[in-house]
């Protein structure tokens, strides 16, 4: 995804650096730490490894994740949130993260909040 030269506000900006089904997720599952393509690809249910990639890409592009790679065999590669950037977004994700807890609670979806461990029975 390239960056337009021309946005309304900033928040737009931010909004087209995040946008889709799987950025939010991927760097929500980052704040828990670094980590492996392997888990990510394990902890995010319905993300193929193709995809995964290419938002990882758009996301170390943007600034919000970095990529360390370990020399030795078998070859290791970890990705974890930015100081700056990454670790900022973290707190716009919570908002949204509490804004979807009350929606669903709201709206008798409780049980699917205890089914994938958001909230405790």
Not at 61 to 73: I, L, M
Not at 76 to 103: F, H
Request: aromatic content about 8%.
């Amino acid at each position: 995804m390239k960056i337009r030269e021309e946005y309304t506000c900033p928040l737009e900006l931010v909004h087209d650096m995040i946008k889709g089904k799987w950025k939010s997720i991927i760097l929500w599952r980052l704040r828990l730490g670094p980590t492996s393509l392997a888990k990510l690809e394990r902890d995010i249910d319905g993300i193929n490894q193709k995809m995964l990639l290419e938002q990882l890409r758009e996301l170390i592009d943007y600034g919000f994740v970095e990529k360390k790679s370990f020399d030795g065999y078998p070859l290791r590669v970890e990705y974890s949130l930015t100081i700056d950037m990454g670790m900022k977004i973290i707190d716009a994700l919570k908002i949204m993260q509490s804004i979807g807890i009350d929606y669903l609670k709201e709206h008798g979806m409780e049980k699917t909040l205890i089914e994938k461990r958001v909230i405790p029975e």
